[in-house]
Structure formats: C-alpha cells, structure tokens
C-alpha cells in the first residue's frame, strides 16, 4: 500500500529554518505532483507548496513564496521542503500528500490529493 512518512520537524525560532523531507514508497510516480500542506490547531488544512513529478515545476503559497523551498529526489521517491526566516505563525502540523494528474488548476486543491502522511510538528516560536 502507499505510504507517506514525513520527518525533520521540531522547534525552532522566529528566524530560524527546517527542512522537512517525505519518503513514499508502494506508489506509482507518473503524471504526479507531490507537495506539502500544513494545518494548525482550529484552522482547515491548507496548500503550502508542491512539485509536479515530472519536470519539477514548483507552485507555492503566497504566504511561503521566497521563504520555502520545495524539492525532489526522483531516485529515492522523496520530496523536501527548506524552510527559511520562519515565523511563528508558520507553527502547524505539516503533512505530505500526493496525487494523480497536474491540472494547474488545482493542484493547491486539498481534496485532490489522494495520499497523506501522518505529519509532523513545526513549532516556532522564541
């Protein structure tokens, strides 16, 4: 079956960085983008970036664009995300996902992804 695993987070402080990376494994990577969604508590999950499989076209939330970094390992099935100059209020849960297809359109669209992680912990704060 497919499975996610993220790791990398923890606590770090305003200013500080991460860098998170997601290993999949018993998934087909074709026409497939993969990316990085986070949730914090009382809040809906919501798009932070993702990379389409195949030639590596990055898409990014507003709220993270110039900060964060998204990347790919095609040889291990893996995808990071560098985080720089965090804020406090980038603290959340951040969960992995993958999906078929790479209609731009909606490829920050939550509900069309189709695998998750379990997620992983970033707390930032002084």
Same mark, same amino acid.
């Given at each position: 079956?497919?499975? *996610?695993?993220?790791? =990398?987070?923890?606590?770090?402080?305003?200013?500080?960085?991460?860098? *998170?990376?997601?290993?999949?494994? =018993?998934?087909?990577?074709?026409?497939?983008?993969?990316?990085?969604?986070?949730?914090?508590?009382?809040?809906?999950?919501?798009?932070?970036?993702?990379? %389409?499989?195949?030639?590596?076209?990055?898409?990014?939330?507003?709220?993270?664009?110039? %900060?964060?970094?998204?990347?790919?390992?095609?040889?291990?099935?893996?995808?990071? *995300?560098?985080?720089?100059?965090?804020?406090?209020?980038?603290?959340?849960?951040?969960?992995?996902?993958?999906?078929? =297809?790479?209609?731009?359109?909606?490829?920050?669209?939550?509900?069309?992804?189709?695998?998750?992680?379990?997620?992983?912990?970033?707390?930032?704060?002084?």
């Amino acid at each position: 079956q497919v499975q *996610l695993v993220e790791s =990398g987070g923890g606590w770090v402080q305003p200013g500080g960085s991460l860098r *998170l990376s997601c290993v999949a494994s =018993g998934y087909t990577f074709s026409n497939s983008a993969m990316g990085w969604f986070r949730q914090a508590p009382g809040k809906e999950r919501e798009f932070v970036a993702t990379i %389409r499989w195949i030639g590596g076209h990055t898409y990014y939330a507003d709220s993270v664009k110039g %900060r964060f970094t998204i990347s790919r390992d095609r040889t291990k099935n893996t995808v990071h *995300l560098q985080m720089t100059s965090l804020k406090p209020e980038d603290s959340a849960v951040y969960y992995c996902a993958v999906r078929d =297809g790479v209609i731009t359109s909606t490829i920050r669209t939550v509900s069309t992804y189709t695998h998750w992680g379990q997620g992983t912990q970033v707390t930032v704060s002084s």
